[in-house]
């Protein structure tokens, strides 16, 4: 019985799902299905109840499953150590990062990384903050980026920087000619904001709701770039970190203004509790938290 046969079923059990298996194995679907077979046989027991609307680990399943993830991890942290005392920093990492730390706040230091260390391949997947805290407890991925990084059971976080919060308006908007804005200013105001369940709009929701003050939620999108589109076509106005806005700024798309008092985007980096970090994954998140 190969090791890989075990990374596989526990890929499956993971993700829930023979295809998202067969997509991090580099294998197809079929592929999946003769090793989960041939492991079902080896033990003689079904492991997985196979259902199209349920996926469910039988008790054998569980047992290999917890069994074979020790297996996994032992000889993970073989292969990690053995790169370490050979000072050989490679390999892939898989990281997945909401789009607005994906699209401004990494690509500099992605590229400071792959520079020093050129051997690493860095596969970067942009989604949402609950998709990839799903990712990382599937083990889909072995990195996220996330703001506002909350508690999980499964999940370690490491802290990074804090983004400081602006407000966007259209360069025509009497706020442009303001040095700062005041909370109770946006009373009223028509805001663009993200859409409810994310993490920046809770965030910004608590912060008004702690003033006393209510906007009119004119247009809730899920990213960025969509929120600073519908502020530079004078819909309304928005409160976003000012790490994204800074070519919009210098093209005088949106003009940016300080709020009054210190508001900020706390950033963070995760990966699954117990997870063994191979030496190129601990040299990312070195990078990341020295310089983001």
Do not use: W
């Given at each position: 019985m190969q090791i890989q046969s075990f990374k596989v079923f526990c890929d499956v059990a993971d993700a829930r799902s023979f295809t998202k298996a067969a997509q991090l194995n580099s294998v197809t679907q079929s592929a999946v299905s003769q090793t989960l077979t041939s492991l079902e046989n080896h033990f003689?027991?079904?492991?997985?109840?196979?259902?199209?609307?349920?996926?469910?680990?039988?008790?054998?399943?569980?047992?290999?499953?917890?069994?074979g993830k020790r297996l996994l991890q032992s000889y993970e942290a073989?292969?990690?150590?053995?790169?370490?005392?050979?000072?050989?920093?490679?390999?892939?990492?898989?990281?997945?990062?909401?789009?607005?730390?994906?699209?401004h706040d990494l690509p500099p230091y992605l590229k400071k990384f792959l520079q020093t260390y050129p051997t690493?391949?860095?596969?970067?997947?942009?989604?949402?903050?609950?998709?990839v805290y799903e990712d990382i407890i599937g083990n889909v991925v072995d990195l996220g980026l996330v703001a506002y990084p909350h508690?999980?059971?499964?999940?370690?976080?490491v802290p990074l920087?804090?983004?400081?919060?602006?407000?966007?308006?259209?360069?025509?908007?009497?706020?442009?000619?303001?040095?700062?804005?005041?909370?109770?200013?946006?009373?009223?105001?028509?805001?663009?904001?993200?859409?409810?369940?994310?993490?920046?709009?809770k965030a910004l929701d608590k912060i008004l709701r702690?003033?006393?003050?209510?906007?009119?939620?004119a247009m809730e999108f899920d990213n960025i770039e969509t929120v600073k589109q519908a502020v530079s076509l004078d819909s309304g106005v928005a409160i976003v970190p000012a790490e994204t806005i800074k070519?919009?700024?210098?093209?005088?798309?949106?003009?940016?203004?300080?709020?009054?008092?210190r508001y900020y985007r706390q950033l963070g980096a995760i990966y699954r509790k117990n997870k063994v970090l191979s030496p190129a994954m601990k040299q990312f998140l070195v990078l990341l938290k020295e310089t983001m």
């Open positions: 003689k027991s079904l492991l997985v109840e196979r259902s199209k609307k349920n996926f469910r680990l039988t008790a054998e399943g569980e047992v290999v499953y917890d069994y073989i292969q990690h150590t053995m790169q370490e005392l050979k000072d050989i920093i490679s390999g892939d990492i898989r990281v997945a990062t909401v789009y607005s730390i994906g699209l690493v391949n860095v596969h970067v997947e942009y989604r949402r903050a609950n998709q508690p999980h059971p499964k999940v370690q976080i920087r804090r983004d400081p919060l602006v407000l966007i308006c259209h360069p025509d908007h009497p706020f442009a000619k303001r040095t700062m804005v005041k909370l109770k200013m946006l009373e009223g105001q028509k805001f663009i904001s993200f859409e409810p369940d994310m993490p920046t709009r702690a003033k006393g003050v209510k906007v009119q939620h070519l919009e700024v210098a093209n005088r798309f949106v003009a940016a203004v300080k709020l009054e008092g």
